[in-house]
């Protein structure tokens, strides 16, 4: 009858280990807010999560990556790639060579950093699945060969009560290690232009943008921030301007040679713009 009066401890000290070292969920939902601001295990690394956060900066490349856990071990295997951002409201992973400038608050956003001088973890919540087998064993053996007279039988009832309480303390505890559920926001939808977007005010982040359509402006009279090629979407064009404090405008082209290129400004183009039947489109801060 022994055996149980360890079991509690036991378990304990393996739940602590596996749910400090487990691995990278696939998806957002499990992600967050759990491995916020932790170190997570991926295929031959480790990589310190970031949830709601983007760094301004940089220009991101967008990845062929289709989960967030793949996202994570995309960058890690790149020598060159500095960290991974992954959207999840559009399922998307974008890539960079380089994280500077403070990081901003941006919900759905997460930001995995690879730590290639960290050893990864031995134990996740396989760990806490074995102990959770082991205590399912203990209280199988109690109440396959409990004693005949009462007292011990009471002893092995006590015992067994105890262990289910444990047992079902440890399956929830295995659940939430390995489902943690966390609310990610969706990104504001601008409408066409021509079904009530232009003039069409969408807040972003802590920025509010505003839709202005069928304009026209060359490249070459343009202040440039950055240029992102072509693999954004005009709202991701919107909030890359709106989730860098630095840019006052992004103009995304509707046609020519750059076709879908995002254009971050330096300065206001709104007043320097042509109005006409060009498909391009101009986002403003307001």
Aim: some cysteine; proline content about 6%.
């Amino acid at each position: 009858m022994a055996i149980f009066k360890f079991i509690p401890v036991a378990l304990a000290a393996t739940l602590s280990t596996a749910v400090a070292q487990s691995l990278l969920p696939n998806d957002a939902f499990s992600t967050c807010p759990t491995f916020n601001n932790k170190p997570a295990t991926i295929n031959g690394g480790v990589v310190q999560v970031s949830c709601d956060v983007w760094y301004s900066g940089y220009s991101p490349a967008p990845s062929a990556a289709t989960s967030l856990r793949q996202c994570a071990e995309d960058c890690y295997a790149s020598s060159t790639c500095q960290g991974s951002i992954w959207f999840d409201a559009a399922a998307k992973c974008y890539t960079a060579s380089q994280l500077i400038g403070a990081p901003n608050p941006a919900i759905g956003w997460i930001t995995l950093r690879p730590d290639r001088g960290a050893t990864p973890p031995t134990s996740n919540c396989d760990a806490v699945n074995q102990q959770l087998q082991q205590s399912q064993n203990a209280l199988q053996q109690c109440q396959t060969g409990a004693a005949t007279t009462s007292q011990q039988l009471q002893q092995c009832q006590s015992s067994a009560a105890a262990n289910t309480q444990q047992l079902q303390q440890t399956q929830n505890a295995l659940q939430q290690c390995q489902t943690t559920a966390a609310a990610g926001a969706q990104i504001p939808s601008f409408n066409d232009c021509n079904s009530g977007g232009n003039g069409q005010v969408v807040t972003i982040g802590n920025r509010s943008m505003r839709q202005v359509c069928n304009v026209f402006m060359a490249k070459a009279h343009m202040n440039l921030l950055r240029v992102v090629h072509p693999g954004l979407t005009r709202p991701e064009c919107a909030m890359l301007c709106a989730l860098n404090t630095s840019c006052r405008s992004a103009y995304f082209v509707g046609h020519t040679s750059t076709v879908n290129e995002c254009q971050l400004q330096n300065d206001n183009i709104e007043s320097r713009v042509t109005y006409s039947n060009s498909p391009d489109v101009v986002y403003i801060p307001v």
